[in-house]
């Protein structure tokens, strides 16, 4: 439970951040008139607050599998998968939609909305070819008998890889609507991605945060799964014990 | 006195930025799937009330069982383990996390940050209907062949996966899956009550002048959505150990000779993953409990709440701290000694802010004016309840006298005073309280005295044996003593007791259902603040408040929460949106 505990240190520490910028020490029994923000000080929006919420709780989520792994890695019954190759090519895959969201981002910032749709529908492509590839690594691995129930390294393999695909599916959902309000944004009608806060680019926005945090959930599950974080557990325990 | 901008009058121009409503065209978005947060909040409440009356009989069964064994043909043991779990959960997680969280947090966080709804609305009504649909998946376990899980609420694999458990064909399964959805749905909600507080306060509303009550939910809200999704994996694991044969948490099992597909599995994890949400749950179901509370006391004491910002940092110092206290529930499990050790410390050290608490609430009445109203007769009630509660949990909090204690009924008595009596007074407290801003109607109080006294003496009458049950030894999960020539006959006779008083405060329940029907038609009209209160719940120009809350214009505030009989003010009241009175500002900085 200590990976879990050190994540938990981390969301501590940003709350302790947060608060410490919120006036705690202040007085209010003092305190009379309105109190306002400190201008220029310019709020996030607030599906960008509610997204990172979210990111905590399902960074928990997976904080937690990871412990339970680490737990019970340690027993004498654990026969590590073999680590197919197509986890590698999937791995290129998710990095591609991250990076193609990325590139996204920034041509919202340029106005430029054919460039924001070539991007989502390719971010979109790559996130599905991703799936895909799980699918197919999944099949392999049964095809080579690495049933769900015959060891516990197989169990974790397929509850992990799967709680992560079924995040990666949800975000595909926010990404097609996105996307189809990247095609029904009109140019002649002058909306051709409008100020600051347009909806469009603050979706695009929120998409790319979600892809970049799969994206590392997926590169510490694969570390994982491929066995290197072994000796960083071997590390931990030497540390604390 | 602390700098505060003014504008050029002293009073700041009237401008708050206002956010898209959604609004609802007929009957069926209005009052069914309804995105407005007070009518979310009344759903949840009542669905939340109507389990808590399920959860009551099912203890009543018990109880009759433990005092006549054997006088119910129908409750034999797997029966009585089934009722033992079902009451559990349901009152843990579907009644009192739905009702603070889903209830108040619903109808207080608005009203009280002065915003016009929650900030997510849509995911906001979806989180209720995925909290029917939990509670009629539970209910239907009822009606599956084999019946309810009969696992203890706590659910320990292996036992509550092997054969001789009941319900293991059908009724865990539906409670995994139950708690699943309840998770989920519970998730849409959290979000939505963190982020409004974060994002909805209106101007001038500073986190520090949120009254108590919303930083109670608040935080409560950020640890339930840390901690559930524990419960979320341990759930998950556990229905694949089920259903498709795995061995997150199964050990090598030989049933009558004949060994089990499962094989290494350890029982323990589960008992770290369902205790790291177990013991977070316990304060998130004590915190908003301490913030209403808080509330309420100030009100009707007319004396602002002693160590406002005391109160906030216990707050948040008790949710940080509750995550590194679940392996006290995990004493008798053969923990390494060491780690016992770190988690006895941990545990004593939440004694600390929570006295903080107990100590300026008693301080807060202390030369108050206090009004001995329905609500504040239960707020009373509390303190008292929940320090004795706090006080035996001090005592199982040290290894050495939870290990002999902890498979007695003195673990039962404590933790129904701390955790189910305490809040649920509270909860009676806090619905009498606001019940004439949610109908327009005051809940009848020679009813509400009845119900209170019967509720608060009887509680005591029935738990306080109990610890003493629990010392001389007799042990709890048992369905009947069997051969209890070790017990005196004085047990016997005390258990009967009990179950007397149990059924007495049960159906004294029925007076308080009564109360909140009767009195939607024929109580005595409230006005927008019948409590006097600062509050800007009480604060809406139209009660009970509509879809918006505010009107026009979203109220702006200029004060903490507890302006109560400030010198030289008008009333024994200033409300929190009342701009500056004449001279208020100098008579302050002196």
């Known amino acids: ?241 | 006195m602390v700098d505060v901008p003014l504008g050029a009058a002293g009073v700041p121009p009237a401008e708050v930025e206002d956010v898209e409503l959604y609004h609802p065209k007929g009957w069926v978005t209005h009052y069914v799937f309804s995105q407005d947060a007070k009518i979310i909040a009344v759903q949840y409440s009542v669905t939340a009330l109507s389990i808590g009356l399920a959860a009551l009989m099912l203890s009543w069964l018990m109880r009759l069982q433990l005092a006549f064994p054997g006088a119910l043909s129908f409750i034999d043991a797997d029966a009585y383990y089934q009722l033992i779990t079902m009451h559990g959960m349901m009152m843990v997680v579907y009644v009192l996390t739905a009702l603070f969280l889903g209830g108040f947090g619903n109808y207080l966080i608005p009203l009280m940050l002065g915003a016009r709804d929650m900030v997510f609305p849509y995911a906001n009504m979806l989180s209720f209907w995925f909290y029917l649909l939990a509670v009629v998946v539970l209910f239907a376990s009822f009606a599956v062949p084999g019946g309810p899980t009969g696992a203890g609420w706590t659910l320990y694999p292996p036992q509550a996966i092997t054969a001789g458990t009941p319900g293991l064909a059908w009724g865990i399964i539906m409670m995994l899956v139950s708690l699943m959805i309840f998770i989920i749905g519970f998730t849409m909600g959290g979000l939505n009550y963190v982020v409004t507080v974060l994002q909805g306060r209106t101007r001038g509303m500073t986190l520090m002048r949120m009254p108590l009550t919303v930083w109670g939910i608040f935080t409560a809200s950020v640890m339930a959505l840390l901690a559930f999704p524990a419960l979320f994996v341990g759930c998950v694991m556990m229905l694949f150990d089920r259903l498709l044969g795995t061995s997150f948490f199964m050990p090598e099992i030989i049933e009558q000779g004949a060994r089990l597909p499962y094989g290494g599995g350890s029982p323990i994890l589960f008992q770290h993953l369902f205790w790291f949400f177990g013991h977070p749950e316990v304060y998130i179901v004590a915190l908003p409990a301490f913030g209403i509370v808080s509330d309420l006391i100030s009100v009707h004491a007319r004396r602002n709440i002693f160590g406002y910002r005391m109160m906030v940092w216990a707050i948040v110092a008790i949710g940080a701290l509750s995550f590194v206290v679940w392996a006290h529930h995990m004493y008798v499990s053969g923990m390494n000694p060491y780690f016992g050790f770190f988690f006895a410390t941990t545990t004593l050290i939440i004694a600390i802010p929570t006295a903080i608490k107990v100590y300026n609430w008693v301080l807060t009445l202390w030369r108050g004016d206090i009004h001995l109203t329905v609500p504040m007769l239960f707020a009373l009630a509390f303190i008292v309840t929940f320090v004795n509660g706090g006080l035996t949990g001090l005592f199982l909090g040290n290894v050495v006298v939870d290990v002999p204690l902890s498979d007695t009924m003195f673990v039962v008595a404590h933790f129904h005073m701390v955790m189910g009596v305490a809040p649920i007074l509270v909860i009676f407290g806090a619905m009498y309280h606001w019940y004439p801003k949610v109908t327009g109607r005051l809940l009848s109080v020679p009813l509400g005295q009845f119900h209170f006294w019967i509720t608060f003496l009887g509680a005591y009458l029935i738990f306080f044996p109990m610890h003493y049950l629990g010392l001389m030894g007799v042990p709890r999960r048992y369905y009947e003593m069997g051969e209890t020539a070790i017990y005196p006959q004085s047990a016997h006779e005390l258990n009967i007791f009990i179950t007397v008083m149990a059924l007495l405060v049960g159906a004294a329940q029925l007076a308080f259902v009564f109360n909140l029907i009767w009195s939607l038609r024929h109580g005595r009209e409230a006005g927008g603040n019948p409590w006097r209160a600062c509050s800007l719940e009480w604060q809406t120009p139209v009660t009970p408040p509509p879809h918006g809350n505010f009107g026009k214009e979203l109220p702006i505030v200029y004060r903490w929460a507890y302006d109560y009989n400030v010198p030289g003010a008008p009333e024994d009241f200033i409300p929190q949106n009342q701009p500056p009175l004449a001279g208020e500002i100098a008579s302050r900085a002196s």
């Not at chain 1, 400190?38 to 937690?64: D, E, N, Q």
């Not at chain 1, 599950?221 to 030497?238: K, V």
Request: charged share 15%; net charge positive.
């Open chain 1, 1 to 241: 439970m200590t990976i879990v505990l050190a994540f938990l240190a981390i969301l501590i520490g940003i709350a302790a951040w947060w608060l410490s910028t919120q006036r705690i020490m202040s007085k209010p029994w003092l305190e009379i008139g309105v109190i306002d923000e400190p201008p220029g000080v310019r709020p996030p929006p607030t599906a960008k607050i509610g997204l990172g919420v979210f990111l905590a709780v399902a960074g928990v989520l997976f904080a937690l599998s990871i412990s339970a792994y680490s737990m019970r890695l340690q027993a004498a019954d654990w026969w590590p998968l073999p680590v197919p190759r197509l986890l590698w090519f999937n791995t290129g895959l998710l990095i591609l939609a991250s990076a193609a969201l990325e590139w996204t981002r920034t041509r919202t910032r340029h106005a430029d909305l054919t460039g924001v749709r070539v991007g989502l529908i390719g971010a979109g492509i790559f996130t599905l070819a991703f799936v895909i590839g799980q699918l197919v690594v999944w099949r392999e691995l049964v095809g080579q008998g690495y049933f769900l129930a015959s060891n516990p390294a197989n169990a974790f393999f397929y509850l992990m890889t799967g709680l992560h695909g079924l995040h990666v599916l949800g975000g595909l959902v926010a990404l097609s609507r996105v996307t189809f309000r990247a095609f029904g944004a009109d140019e002649a009608r002058g909306d051709k991605i409008p100020g600051e806060r347009s909806r469009l680019r603050l979706g695009v926005e929120l998409c790319a945060i979600y892809w970049h945090f799969l994206l590392v959930v997926w590169l510490v599950l694969f570390a994982l799964i491929a066995g290197w974080a072994g000796d960083f557990f071997e590390i931990c325990r030497q540390a604390l014990s």
